[in-house]
């Protein structure tokens, strides 16, 4: 059933011009983890009052571009569910990636957990969207950023 359903999008005759890992690069995308952070921030889009000129966007574009290959790996996944930048770049990406403010309003929630920027960001991968507390300084944010994304929280702690 994969194959015939691949074969109706492929022509068979243009997939002998490939071999396994130049298909698999075609069809996952590169493995090396890494990204192009540009395409990402000129793509992204900012809710719940974050704008890039926002300072802890600033942060978390100065820690993304400092991310080794392995962090931004797990940082897509994290925020997309795949590890892997899409093949046409972010601007196919949709829903397109979103950094949304998590906002403290000094009720219920910060009574039960504490301040905003003491929060680790959150996800929701069918919408491509980080929830991104408004954390002070560059490695507060770095320090949750990480501690978020190798966390290994999957759908059963959503």
Known sequence: AFLRGFQD???????????????QVL??????GGFDVEDLKAHV????GYSSLDSTCRRFWK???????????????FVTSCPRPP???????QPPF????????KGFWDYMTGKAEDRLPTSSTC???LKLPPYPSSSN???KLLYAIHSNAGFELS
């Open 45 to 48: 889009v900012y809710s719940g």
């Open 98 to 105: 979103t950094i949304h403010r998590v906002h403290s309003d």
């Open 127 to 129: 919408m491509n969207l």
């Open 9 to 23: 999008v492929i022509r068979v005759e243009w997939i002998r011009f490939f071999n396994p890992l130049e298909l």
């Open 141 to 143: 944010l770095r320090e």
């Open 63 to 77: 820690v993304v571009a400092g991310l080794s290959s392995r962090d931004k790996s797990a940082l897509l996944k």
């Open 87 to 93: 093949l046409l770049g972010f601007a196919s990406l």
């Open 27 to 32: 069809i996952s995308g590169e493995d090396d």
